[in-house]
């Protein structure tokens, strides 16, 4: 424990950021509890990675990644000044937070949604205010906007519900609320819809988006930011000089430059999606419909801990919210088929278990 003293009171009194578990190496689990994608990365990826030539380690990477930004643009029909890359996308939310919370002010996301945002709140002496879901996980544009937030964080796809918000709905909050509009789209590639184009038109939007998830990079931390160049121009001032390092800067250039190997993840991943929330209901499990690459489910009876304990004594790891509103719940990613198989079946064992006895 550090003296008292040392530490800011702020760091000192508050929990840090809880990631999922991550398995000893060699350890044989079915790992379906941090939304990583079931399937390896573009061969380009791996391609790009040995044609690193040690000089480009020897020197400083490119500060602003421009290889990346000009790929990146060509995607969503921008100027490569309008983007930002970061060290994984929660990178992008940590130079956000710095750039347009100040000390004092808040933060507002609809509840339940990523845990990372009262974390990135607290570190800039903000407040974090949580605004329950309308019914239906509808966007509380309202009591949104009463909040006097100096931010709005919206995770689209949201985790860990897998619900989504349509752009449309975006749009009208962006209109009516003075403060950022941070559309965090780390899931949305799985969703196919995206925020970016709303940045043409309104000042106050930011998209994050991520390639931990829809291109297969989590262990590469990789991530970027669309708004307009301006606003880019003011994030760039607070980033670290060299956030994205060289081999990852070539790796995830090659990655976004493979749609057509990205998108194929994709589709198989909402079809894994759909047969999963089919065997999961036929268990009597409570799927709330998901665009992300993973569900949340009730599970029968309403002991979510025992289900996950279950599970994991089966070597089969998903993720458990000891939180109101959430503990009668499992967030599932959307694995192999095979590996969604597993899940299923150690399932079955439980529940013929629980019903045998
Ligand atoms: C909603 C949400 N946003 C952002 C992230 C961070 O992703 P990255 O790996 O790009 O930092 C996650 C990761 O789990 C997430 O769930």
């Given at each position: 424990?550090?003296?008292?003293?040392?530490?800011?009171?702020?760091?000192?009194?508050?929990?840090?950021?809880?990631?999922?578990?991550?398995?000893?190496p060699?350890?044989?689990?079915v790992?379906?509890?941090?939304?990583?994608?079931?399937?390896?990365?573009?061969?380009?990826?791996?391609?790009?990675?040995?044609?690193?030539d040690?000089e480009?380690?020897?020197?400083?990477?490119?500060?602003?990644?421009d290889?990346?930004?000009?790929?990146c643009?060509?995607?969503?029909?921008?100027?490569a000044?309008?983007?930002?890359?970061g060290?994984?996308?929660?990178?992008?939310?940590?130079?956000?937070?710095?750039?347009?919370?100040p000390?004092?002010?808040?933060?507002?996301?609809?509840?339940?949604?990523?845990?990372?945002?009262?974390?990135?709140?607290?570190?800039?002496?903000?407040?974090?205010?949580?605004?329950?879901?309308?019914?239906?996980?509808?966007?509380?544009?309202e009591?949104?906007?009463?909040?006097?937030?100096?931010?709005?964080?919206?995770?689209?796809?949201?985790?860990?519900?897998?619900?989504?918000?349509?752009?449309a709905?975006?749009?009208?909050l962006?209109?009516?609320?003075?403060?950022?509009?941070?559309?965090?789209e780390?899931?949305?590639?799985?969703?196919?819809?995206s925020?970016?184009?709303?940045?043409?038109?309104?000042a106050?939007?930011?998209?994050?988006?991520?390639?931990?998830?829809?291109?297969?990079?989590?262990?590469?931390?990789?991530?970027?930011?669309?708004?307009?160049?301006?606003?880019i121009?003011e994030?760039?001032?607070?980033?670290?000089?060299?956030?994205?390092?060289?081999?990852?800067?070539?790796a995830?250039?090659?990655?976004?430059?493979?749609?057509?190997?990205?998108?194929?993840?994709?589709?198989?991943?909402?079809?894994?999606?759909?047969?999963?929330?089919?065997?999961?209901?036929?268990?009597?499990?409570?799927?709330?419909?998901?665009?992300?690459?993973?569900?949340?489910?009730?599970?029968?009876g309403?002991?979510?801990?025992?289900?996950?304990?279950?599970?994991?004594?089966?070597?089969?790891?998903v993720?458990?919210?000891?939180?109101?509103?959430?503990?009668d719940?499992?967030?599932?990613?959307?694995g192999?088929?095979?590996?969604?198989?597993?899940?299923?079946?150690?399932?079955?064992?439980?529940?013929e278990?629980?019903?045998?006895?």
């Amino acid at each position: 424990m550090a003296p008292s003293n040392l530490v800011r009171t702020t760091v000192r009194t508050m929990s840090g950021y809880a990631p999922g578990e991550q398995p000893a190496p060699g350890e044989r689990v079915v790992k379906l509890n941090t939304n990583e994608n079931p399937y390896p990365p573009s061969p380009r990826v791996m391609e790009a990675i040995q044609a690193v030539d040690v000089e480009m380690l020897r020197r400083y990477p490119h500060p602003l990644a421009d290889r990346f930004r000009e790929s990146c643009a060509r995607l969503w029909s921008v100027e490569a000044n309008q983007i930002i890359a970061g060290n994984g996308s929660d990178d992008i939310l940590t130079i956000a937070t710095r750039t347009f919370v100040p000390p004092g002010g808040s933060i507002a996301s609809p509840d339940p949604s990523y845990s990372l945002y009262p974390v990135l709140a607290r570190l800039e002496d903000a407040r974090h205010v949580g605004v329950p879901w309308l019914d239906g996980f509808g966007l509380p544009i309202e009591a949104l906007i009463a909040t006097r937030a100096s931010a709005i964080y919206l995770a689209n796809p949201n985790a860990p519900t897998g619900t989504v918000v349509e752009i449309a709905e975006i749009a009208k909050l962006a209109r009516a609320f003075a403060g950022l509009v941070l559309v965090d789209e780390a899931y949305g590639d799985f969703w196919g819809q995206s925020a970016v184009p709303l940045v043409k038109d309104f000042a106050n939007v930011v998209v994050s988006r991520s390639l931990s998830k829809g291109y297969a990079l989590a262990g590469l931390r990789f991530g970027y930011g669309v708004a307009q160049s301006g606003v880019i121009d003011e994030m760039m001032k607070v980033k670290d000089s060299y956030n994205c390092d060289a081999i990852s800067i070539v790796a995830a250039t090659a990655a976004i430059e493979d749609q057509a190997h990205a998108s194929r993840g994709w589709e198989n991943v909402r079809l894994e999606r759909e047969r999963m929330t089919h065997h999961l209901s036929e268990l009597g499990f409570k799927v709330i419909p998901s665009q992300a690459n993973f569900v949340l489910a009730t599970v029968p009876g309403g002991d979510g801990r025992r289900f996950y304990e279950g599970l994991r004594r089966q070597g089969i790891l998903v993720r458990y919210f000891d939180k109101p509103g959430l503990s009668d719940k499992l967030r599932i990613t959307v694995g192999t088929g095979q590996e969604n198989d597993a899940l299923i079946a150690g399932l079955l064992t439980m529940i013929e278990k629980q019903q045998a006895a």
